[in-house]
């Protein structure tokens, strides 16, 4: 078999999502209701999430059926290809193997379609007729509006206002499948309003785009919300990814010694990594599991393990993760799907216990680098995945460094030919480099809230 670029057959895509909570050393603190303060139950998220995805959050179950109906919608694009990068190879004079699991040939551009449409599904199962979310760069935007046109939703987007303006062609996708987006922060909803009379030129964050999607879901009965990363369930959906990509590297006949993957809220890196983190927990793999992020928005090398809101409102439950403070005001990166305060407690809880670990770059040298995969591989990169890129080509030099040809596999998370403007302004020398200063971090560190993680 070539290993420029491996397939598997239709017959060979997961039947089964994995379940990384069976697995796990620890698990995680359980959320607190916002209001008690207590472990939240079933009972306190029907309001907004059909009841099969919150058996889906909470099951122990090693392995969960997936629908045939969602594995029909999944064959337009799935299973993905994973690909060996030799010209980026030769290009870096490495004696390192690089692979990359492409997920930018789902028809939304990214991995995000793998848990839209399951979430579109159960909804539909249960009788729900529209769906509120937010989006960063608009890739979860894209994803869900397609995903409610497939099943016969109403879908409302609440776009940070900074990629509102950035990508303005991910907002046409998302309203040439009927969905409606509004900027936030917006006048639509409560607490919008209250950002914008307080800051009226606020760029928005996700933390202000979730209140207002849980807002507006919260205060109709024919509506609940879908989250794009964070929640269990949504990684759950995700790890088709790295249950292909294992069956891929065997095929191929390697694996892996370092798995990357970008990290913004969670779910593109626990996508890819969690079966190898399975095999790693379960059966002593020795690989590295890397979670790549902007240090602009350093949430897992530099922010505190805690329980924080994972909104600006504090609508939702209180998770333990690692967070920058649900009131952290990112700058306006050109990685918007990376512009999240805190990241899934699966994630984090694997970062703290050191089965995974995490690194941040600066934006100029993510573009450096997607510049460079771009000339060797022929495909644009998002800039989140850009991350990842970053990341394997510095494992990739230092395997060169060293003499060792080891092998690495990252996430292509999704192309970016919808964020071309990001690359125009980095080819035009006005990309800026923004690390975290830490008074800011400090001063929004001092407003978590008052609650011991134990």
Known sequence: ???????????????????????????????????????????????????????????????????????????????????????????????????????????????????????????????????????????????????????????????????????????????????????SPSEQTAAGRRILSAEPDSPGSLGIAISEAVEDAAGREDTNYALGSVLNHVLLHQTVIGLEAREQMAKAGYYPDVVIACCGGGSNFGGLVFPFAHDKLAREAKVRLVAVEPSACPTLTRGKFAYDYGDVAGLTPLLPMYTLGAEFMPPGIHAGGLRYHGDSPLVSQLVHDGVAEARAFNQTDVFQSAIMFARSEGIVPAPESAHAIACAIQEALAAREAGEAKTILFNLSGHGFLDLPSYDAYLAGKLEDYPLPEEELARSLSRLPKVDLG
């Open 1 to 183: 078999m070539s290993e420029t670029k491996i397939l598997l057959a239709e017959k060979e895509m997961p039947t089964h999502w994995y379940n990384i909570q069976a697995d796990m050393p620890q698990l995680p603190r359980p959320p607190l209701h916002p209001v008690t303060g207590k472990p939240v139950g079933p009972d306190d998220l029907k309001a907004i999430f059909p009841t099969s995805l919150i058996e889906q959050e909470m099951t122990r179950e090693r392995w969960v059926e997936i629908p045939e109906e969602v594995r029909e919608i999944y064959r337009l694009w799935r299973p993905s290809p994973l690909h060996r990068a030799h010209r980026l190879e030769k290009a870096l004079d490495t004696p390192a193997r690089i692979f990359y699991k492409y997920e930018g040939v789902s028809p939304a551009g990214s991995h995000k379609l793998n848990t839209a449409v399951p979430q579109a599904y159960f909804n539909k199962k249960e009788g729900i007729k529209r769906l509120t979310t937010e989006t960063g760069a608009g890739q979860w935007g894209v994803a869900l509006s397609q995903a409610c046109n497939f099943f016969g939703l109403e879908c409302t987007v609440y776009m940070v206002k900074v990629s509102y303006h950035q990508k303005p062609y991910r907002r046409s996708m998302m309203e040439i499948f009927g969905a409606k987006v509004y900027a």
